[in-house]
Structures are given as C-alpha cells and as structure tokens.
C-alpha cells in the first residue's frame, strides 16, 4: 500500500463517516454540518483523482450554497428541541438500513461486474477550455436545458415558501 | 533584490538534495518553511492592520489613536496580543461544545488556504493552479458556514441574528463578487493567476474593467462585512454579532481570520484590477505589497466615512443594483472583445 | 516535484495545525481558575439582562427565499467560468448561447423580485 492508497483511505472513511453521522445524529443541526463535512470529503477524493474543476464545484455549490440552504431551511422550521430534532423511529430505522443494504449490494454487483476502460494518454492539461468547449458545442440543447431547470426551480420554490408564508 | 526569496528558496532545495534527499522531499521541506511564512505574514500583517485601523480612524475623526506604548503606539496591538493570549478561557454552559470550539478553526483555516494561490511576487506563488481564480472563489465562500457554526453553537440571540444576517449578506454578494471577476478572466482567457498578471504587463485591468473594479471593491466590503457593510455585527444592536460569547483566544482567531481575508482579498484586487505584481523600479515582491496596503487603506477609508447601511437598502442593493450591473458587464466586456477584433485592435 | 493537489493537501495539514498551535499557546499560559466559575458567569451575555425564551427558534422565510436564488446562481457562476476562459476561442455562437442562458435565468431574477422574493420584510 502506497502512500496515495493510503490517502484515499483516509479521506474516504472521513467521508463516509460524515454521511453515516448526517443520519445518526440527533440534533438536525449537526447532521447539516456533518453533511457539510462529507461534501468536503468528497471534494478531496476529486482533487485526489486530479479533476480540479469538480472538486472546487463540489466546494462552491454544495459545501458554499446548499449547505447554507439547508440550514436556512432548518432554521426556517425550527420549532422544537434542536437535541430532538432528527428523530428516528425504529420502524424507519429497519426499513432504511434495509433499502441502504440493498444499494450498497446493487452498487457493488454493478462496479464488480463492469470491467472498466483504462485511457493510457495523459490527464488533459486545460479541462476547463475542454469543458467549455464541450458544454457549448456538443452538449448546447442540455446547457440550455440546465438554465431552465434552474429558472423553474427558482420559481416552484418561490411559490412554496410563499405559500408557507401566507399560512404563517 | 529582486529574486531575493527565489534564491533563498532555490539554494535551500540545492542544499536539501545535496544532503542526499530526493525532490519530493525537499519540495516538502520547503513548503513546510513556506507556510511558516505564511503564517508570519498573517500574524505580522493583522498585528500591522489592526494599528492601523485605530490610526486611520483616529486621524480621520480627528483624534490621536493609540499613542502611550511605544513610539507612535505601535505596540499597543502587540500588548493586546498578549492580553488575548493570557485571558481565562470561557465556553458558557449553554453553548454547543464542540461545534463552538470547531468554528474558529474552521474559519481560520479557511482564511489561511486562500493564501495558497496569491502571486506574491514574479514566481512567489505556492501553488500556480490552472484553477486558480476559481480556487479563491470557492475557498472564500465556505466561510460562510464557520460564521454559521459560530452563531449557532453559541446559543446567544445576538449570535445567532448576527450570523444569519451575516450569512445571508455574504451570499447576496458572493454572486456580484464572482461575476466581477470574469470579465478579467474573458479578456486573460486564463484562470491561471500568474498568467491574469502576464497578461496585464502592458495595460492594467481596472483600465478595461473599471465597473467591474467597483462591484468587485463594493461586493468584497460586503463579504468582508466591514462597514458601512457591518450591518451584521452592527455594536449598538448586536454587541458583537456571532462573536459575541468568544472571548480570548478563540475570539482572537476571530479576528485574526477577518484581518487575514482582508489581506488575501486585497491582495486578489490588486492582482486582477492593478497588474499584480509588475510595476518598475521596485522589486515585485514589494509592488503587490505597496499595491495591497494602497486597497486597504481604502477600504479604512471608506469604513471610517460612512454611515452603516439599513439592513433591506444592504440586501437590495446587491440584488438590484450590483447583480444586473455585474452582469451587463459580462456582455458589455462580451461585445466589447469582438469590437476590438474588429478593429483590429488587438 | 509535489503535484499541485497533494501540496494543497500538505498545506491544508500544516494550516489546521496553526489555529491548533495558537490554542495549544494559549492554554499553556492563560490562568486556570481552581474552583468551577459559578452559573453566572457561564451565561448567555445578552446585555446583563436574562435570556428570554429559547434563542434556537424559527427565523423568517426571507433567508431561505435569498439562499435559493444565490444557488441558482451560484450554479450559473460555474457555467460561466469555463465559458470565460475559453471567450475568444469559442466565437459569436457560443457567445449568444450564454446570452441565452443568462436571459433565462434573469426570468428568475425578474420573477423573484416580482414577487418580492428579494424584499427584506
């Protein structure tokens, strides 16, 4: 085992541990900021696989902005105990780990069984103007098509959270 | 004077591998003496700033500032070093331990990473990413989560308003300060920084991008959250927003890390906006010096001469005002690209 | 040679240690109080005056409604960064694309202030 194996090990047990404290924890609160830890955790393992790019995305979007609205959204429902705020009954309990289980044993059927290519050329050396070229040459329609999804995300979550502000 | 620090970099690596160690760890030694440089400018610069804050402030609303302990009070801040580092450590009992004890970490490691990717001179650079702009972006924008943490765990109604305010002033102006930057990167066409300042050895960018220069000025205060955008831990209404039950040394990492992002988004201004750097006469290393502390001591300025920012006008500027002008922008800086081609120009 | 992400990695290391370093310092030399500070003094400081109520309560919709049109965005800004970089190479055509796809995202940026999704109650 090299030092790199050595690495991935690390980083993949910090992050896998992070999103089995999301789950576990009892206070929501925490499980966010454990959640926040596993985005960053999966940030490393994209440096360590030297795609940059996606790894400073990872950063940007989901450790940046969607960990802040979801905790926007926790502090927007917050009513009770924090300490009770991310209850588990035991009846979810068995049928989640169930389903997890599954996953897992579907997931790694899959990459067992995928034998998979190995490029023998060299990393690229400017990903991003490969990206940019790719994105708006031969991938024009789903860029386009990514403005809108978020236009109408915007636009259904304006309307709930208005809706939720009428009841108030 | 020049490649003075190259030259010590470079005979200390050829007399590491003369000692038989191989390259990987000499690299590794000198990182390591590079981040302890590192960590000697953040001291030595917030100890700096920190005078100067009292100073600037004194002078401009006509009093002395601090001038008992040493000449020109210049070692008034280190006397409060000192004072920060011997206080008794307080953690109230109601607070969230462990993520009250994590967020000054955070917020500082965070604040100290962006250093990495900062062209201090021709070739000073720890890390010259491919990425580099974006890396900044990126790295700056999780400290929105150590405030989040701070004012959260601290279980005080001032810490918790003064971080959600905060936070959601800081993302409000994220976006502006992000948008500013790619018109500089559209005329580069390099998210390089060494290149972003090759390419301004001619003409500086502010010349092209002078709107871009002002969102990017006016967003990075926001982000900052120094006034007239401190709306956040605003003293008459929130004592001192999420900080307010730190005390000591936590609290010195506080402020230690808003000092030291003050210093790397200066220093990031200077380098995309007033060509880095490059400059003649003087040796690089001390340009992007003199052209940082030029950016804070405006950002002093402004701080000290207008009022604080009612907290709707604060949000709606950035939505908008700076958000469609950082915008138009972009494809101003588009149209403008192509009229120069045209005319051949460039 | 370090490749550039593993010297990241060493200097996210060697930065987590320093904040470490500085409480270890001050630990070292701040006074430890023998006798457990009493219930007082380990209070909220609201000003002297008692807290009221619980502090981890409902906050209003506005933050959440700002959260969500940063991350729209937020995810536009990644878009545009490899667009940028690649401006003068990828000519007029993808230049009108992005025109394009910021057209549809200021709809949401119209449709949020129309709204008053932007408005600080």
């Known amino acids: 085992m090299n030092l790199s194996d050595l690495v991935f090990i690390v980083t993949a047990l910090i992050t896998v541990t992070a999103a089995v404290g999301v789950v576990g924890f009892k206070n929501i609160v925490h499980s966010a900021l454990s959640l926040v830890l596993s985005f960053l955790g999966v940030a490393a393992l994209y440096f360590q696989l030297q795609a940059g790019f996606l790894g400073l995305v990872q950063i940007l979007v989901y450790a940046g902005a969607v960990s802040v609205l979801i905790i926007f959204a926790i502090m927007l429902v917050m009513d009770k105990d924090p300490d009770e705020s991310n209850r588990s009954h035991a009846k979810q309990k068995y049928w989640g780990g169930l389903i997890a289980l599954l996953v897992t044993l579907g997931l790694g059927a899959a990459i067992g069984s995928t034998i998979w290519p190995q490029s023998s050329g060299s990393l690229p050396e400017d990903s991003v103007g490969a990206l940019a070229t790719l994105l708006l040459g031969d991938y024009v329609v789903a860029f386009e098509v990514a403005a809108l999804l978020l236009l109408v995300a915007v636009v259904g979550a304006i309307i709930l959270a208005k809706g939720a502000g009428e009841h108030d | 004077m020049e490649s003075l620090f190259l030259d010590i970099a470079q005979t200390l690596t050829g007399w590491l591998q003369s000692l038989g160690l191989s390259a990987v760890w000499a690299d590794f030694i000198l990182l390591i003496i590079q981040f302890a440089c590192v960590a000697g400018i953040v001291t030595i610069n917030v100890i700096i700033l920190i005078w100067l804050e009292r100073k600037v402030s004194g002078f401009i609303q006509l009093r002395l500032g601090p001038n008992r302990l040493g000449p020109w009070g210049a070692f008034q801040t280190i006397a409060d070093a000192i004072k920060l580092l011997t206080k008794e450590d307080i953690i109230p009992t109601r607070t969230d331990k462990w993520i009250f004890r994590t967020a000054p970490l955070f917020f500082i490691t965070v604040a100290m990473m962006l250093y990495l990717v900062i062209p201090m001179g021709d070739g000073m650079q720890i890390v010259d990413l491919n990425i580099g702009v974006f890396y900044f972006i990126s790295l700056a924008s999780l400290s929105t989560i150590a405030l989040l943490m701070a004012g959260w765990s601290s279980n005080n109604k001032w810490s918790l308003l003064g971080a959600m305010r905060s936070v959601a002033q800081m993302i409000s102006y994220e976006i502006p300060l992000t948008f500013s930057l790619l018109g500089v990167i559209m005329i580069a066409g390099s998210l390089r920084l060494s290149d972003i300042v090759a390419a301004q050895s001619n003409i500086w960018f502010i010349v092209f991008q002078p709107v871009a220069f002002i969102t990017y000025f006016i967003a990075a205060t926001a982000e900052l959250n120094r006034g007239p955008f401190d709306m956040p831990e605003a003293e008459q209404e929130l004592t001192a927003g999420a900080y307010t039950e730190y005390t000591g040394m936590r609290w010195a990492l506080f402020f230690l890390a808003e000092y030291t992002n003050l210093v790397a988004v200066s220093a990031m201004a200077s380098t995309m906006f007033l060509g880095g750097w490059q400059g003649p006469w003087l040796p690089s290393w001390l340009w992007i010096i003199i052209k940082t502390y030029i950016i804070m001591f405006v950002f002093m300025w402004i701080k000290w001469t207008f009022p604080r920012i009612r907290m709707d006008h604060l949000m709606s500027f950035s939505w908008k005002v700076l958000l469609p002008v950082s915008l138009a922008n972009i494809v101003v800086t588009g149209v403008g690209i192509y009229v120069f081609k045209w005319m051949g120009w460039c | ?121």
Not at chain 3, 70 to 86: C, G, M, N, R, Y
């Open chain 3, 1 to 121: 040679m370090l490749s550039d992400y593993s010297t990241i990695g060493i200097f996210l290391m060697l930065t987590l240690a320093f904040p470490l370093a500085a409480m270890g310092m001050a630990w070292a030399v701040r006074p430890k109080p023998k006798c457990k500070p009493d219930d007082e003094k380990l209070l909220p400081y609201e000003c002297g005056v008692d807290t009221i109520g619980r502090t981890w309560s409902r906050f209003k919709v506005n933050y959440f409604l700002y959260a969500l049109v940063f991350l729209a965005f937020d995810v536009e800004t990644i878009f545009l960064f490899p667009w940028a970089v690649k401006f003068s190479q990828l000519g007029l055509f993808a230049f009108v694309e992005m025109l394009l796809f910021i057209g549809i995202l200021l709809i949401g940026l119209w449709y949020a202030w129309k709204e008053g999704a932007l408005e600080w109650h």
